[in-house]
T-cell receptor, first 111, second 113 residues
Framework: GEDVEQSLFLSVREGDSSVINCTYT??????LYWYKQEPGAGLQLLTY?????DMKQDQRLTVLLNKKDKHLSLRIADTQTGDSAIYFC???????????FGTGTRLQVFP | DAGVTQSPTHLIKTRGQQVTLRCSPK?????VSWYQQALGQGPQFIFQ???????QRGNFPDRFSGHQFPNYSSELNVNALLLGDSALYLC????????????FGPGTRLTVT
């Protein structure tokens, strides 16, 4: 089936690390993604990971993939107030290009 | 390099009316996908166009239709609007062979009254 789950809220202090978690059910997914959405805006592609990888690092962002548990996480180091947004996890099942999104995690960063 | 653009930004329609939304893909992209994002939800896939044909479709009724033009731009049409069609409509573009990179436009906010 196609279902992506995320926790709804995360609140962190500026300068701390944030970890946003996601679980998915389609083990055939080829790519897994993290998108960022600021209020009133479209989706910004942050990073993605191919299903045969365990980890991907891109500047302050670290993505971890546990295929056995179908768990994906996004770690943001040194979280800033500009990181406050909704973060969506998404997958692309095999043989399709469509993105299946989670309901999003609202990250709030306080000083 | 212009990214994905969409028009109009906002739109208000009445139940039963028809609406057309437009999308221009990122330069170099030839594939356009449309998504519907209801308030507080993640985007839901409507359909995808490539080479002027619908390539994939999500679980949306036939009231939702689309078109892709030779310059790769696309339109989303919704007939017989319902209150439940109120949402942010997002267009994403990608390129065949690099389909894993989908870039989104800012969206069109449709309100049906």
């Amino acid at each position: 089936g196609e279902d992506v789950e995320q926790s709804l809220f995360l609140s962190v202090r500026e300068g701390d690390s944030s970890v946003i978690n996601c679980t998915y059910t389609d083990s055939s997914s080829t790519y897994l993604y993290w998108y960022k959405q600021e209020p009133g805006a479209g989706l910004q592609l942050l990073t993605y990971i191919f299903s045969n990888m365990d980890m991907k690092q891109d500047q302050r962002l670290t993505v971890l993939l546990n295929k056995k548990d179908k768990h994906l996480s996004l770690r943001i180091a040194d979280t800033q107030t500009g990181d406050s947004a909704i973060y969506f996890c998404a997958e692309t099942p095999s043989n399709t290009d469509k993105l299946i999104f989670g309901t999003g995690t609202r990250l709030q960063v306080f000083p | 390099d212009a990214g994905v653009t969409q028009s109009p930004t906002h739109l208000i329609k009445t139940r039963g009316q028809q609406v057309t939304l437009r999308c221009s893909p990122k330069s170099g992209h030839d594939t356009v996908s449309w998504y519907q994002q209801a308030l507080g939800q993640g985007p839901q896939f409507i359909f995808q166009y490539y080479e002027e044909e619908e390539r994939q479709r999500g679980n949306f009724p036939d009231r939702f239709s689309g078109h892709q033009f030779p310059n790769y731009s696309s339109e989303l049409n919704v007939n017989a609007l319902l209150l439940g069609d109120s949402a942010l409509y997002l267009c994403a573009s990608s390129s065949v062979g690099v389909d894993y990179e989908q870039y989104f436009g800012p969206g069109t906010r449709l309100t049906v009254t």
